[in-house]
């Protein structure tokens, strides 16, 4: 008899954190080591691929049409940050009791100076609560200096919050920042002081916090302690998973809804959003910094370095066909990422690329394009070097036209899917291949 995730939490409730206890609750095979398969309690909870150097990104081009127009950025003399203080938004995935901090200067040229970090719930708009903020440490120290290109991890820090609060991580540039790392389209608000008003982190009602921003700047990621976590799920992919045209701090992306099934189902794991608006899957000839590094090349950083992690779900391609990529090349670095996520001991699933009917700005052309999206999802769907596929082409097209969009599911632009087709991506993602056993058939083991 087969059990599906919904007879296991309805018939044995308790199973999940007994099962959490055993050692390596990962779901794959040996290889490669890193941070996501190392036996530890933490898990990724919250996450976003950093790139740039700011203004590098989408941001002044995309409008959420569904939701209020916002001031795409703030003001940043010399596109750096100067003496001012930043208030980042985030929406974990996961609660917990204790948590810690990831911040990135991989566009940087010189050391980043954080000198006041402060993590809080957050209450309206730039307000927190200030009977749950807390100091955040780095190897003891009140501030972190991260050098070019390189991450940084916090000291722990408790602060228990539970699922559907939001957290406000604040952080002080002290001194000129240099070129900024950021993440562009957030579609989620957060907020940032004016240059050369120093240290206001510790400001609670938010009122020196006067910019308001979709974008996240430096901070990357978001670790919470777990003993019972079965660990995180990446979510890899382009604009579609970044959750370009979502009303923002809404929270309504297809890692999101991903996220929310996997709570409805009593299930303890993270999701982590690693999308990056126009990225590729291959090195595609005329890449701009726009879009981030490639999947193939951000691998490394974006998936296998997360704490915890112990699936992906990688849904990319489509922006490798206008640029006149192969069927055949974009499948081949699907399948080169997946097999490298086996070797570190996670589970690989790849979605099918989803159809379109765009015209401009994108350069989708019908005749020449199409046949290359079909041919580029028989192979996902033939393949055999996946532990599962993600039909999202299925759950997106016209019943009647099935090599075109159904437009209840998209935007007019008639390539980003809506909140209902976020929606239905959501719902298709085959979970059973993505959570470890027993829960679920996610069976490797590192």
């Not at 750096?80 to 938004?89: G, I, P, T, V, Y």
């Not at 559907?164 to 579609?187: Q, R």
């Not at 929270?251 to 993270?270: E, F, K, V, Y």
């Not at 005329?286 to 974006?302: I, W």
Request: proline share 9%; net charge negative.
């Amino acid at each position: 008899m087969t059990l599906t995730i919904e007879d296991i939490r309805m018939r044995w409730p308790g199973v999940l954190l007994a099962f959490a206890a055993i050692a390596g609750l990962a779901a794959c095979g040996g290889g490669d080591r890193s941070p996501a398969t190392e036996k530890s309690d933490w898990v990724g909870v919250w996450a976003t691929a950093p790139y740039g150097p700011f203004p590098a990104g989408p941001l002044g081009v995309l409008v959420p049409i569904e939701g209020p127009v916002l001031p795409p950025v703030p003001v940043f003399p010399g596109n750096q940050a100067r003496d001012q203080s930043f208030r980042m938004l985030v929406h974990p995935t996961l609660g917990g009791e204790r948590l810690r901090l990831r911040f990135s200067n991989l566009t940087g040229d010189r050391p980043l100076t954080l000198s006041s970090v402060r993590v809080a719930v957050a209450l309206l708009g730039p307000a927190v609560n200030p009977a749950r903020d807390a100091v955040v440490h780095f190897d003891g120290r009140p501030q972190a200096v991260i050098a070019p290109g390189a991450e940084q991890l916090s000291d722990p820090v408790e602060l228990p919050f539970a699922v559907g609060e939001n957290l406000a991580i604040s952080f002080h540039v002290d001194g000129e920042s240099g070129p900024m790392t950021w993440h562009a389209v957030a579609f989620d608000v957060s907020y940032v002081g004016l240059p050369g008003t120093g240290d206001t982190t510790g400001d609670t009602s938010g009122l020196s916090f006067t910019q308001p921003t979709i974008g996240w700047f430096f901070l990357n990621g978001v670790d919470v302690e777990r003993a019972d976590a079965l660990g995180s799920i990446v979510a890899i992919g382009d604009s579609i998973t970044d959750g370009a045209f979502q009303v923002p701090a809404t929270n309504t992306r297809w890692p999101d809804g991903l996220a929310s099934r996997l709570q409805s189902a009593g299930i303890p794991m993270g999701v982590l959003n690693l999308g990056i608006n126009s990225n590729t899957v291959t090195a595609a000839p005329d890449l701009s910094v726009n879009e981030g590094e490639p999947l193939v090349q951000r691998f490394e950083r974006d998936v296998l370095q997360r704490a915890g992690v112990r699936a992906v779900l990688i849904f990319e391609g489509t922006n490798d066909i206008p640029r006149g990529v192969t069927a055949e090349a974009v499948y081949a670095g699907l399948r080169a990422v997946a097999a490298r996520a086996q070797r570190a001991g996670l589970c690989a699933v790849v979605g099918t690329i989803a159809p379109r009917l765009d015209v401009a700005p994108y350069g989708w052309n019908v005749v020449e394009h199409e046949p290359v999206r079909q041919q580029l999802n028989a192979l996902i769907r033939q393949s055999t070097a996946f532990d599962a596929v993600a039909d999202f082409d299925v759950v997106l097209r016209n019943p009647v036209l099935p090599n075109t969009p159904f437009l209840p599911y998209y935007f007019p632009d008639l390539l980003h899917p809506n909140s209902l087709g976020f929606q239905r991506i959501a719902a298709a993602v085959p979970l059973e291949a993505l959570v470890p056993a027993p829960v679920g058939r996610c069976a490797r083991t590192p």
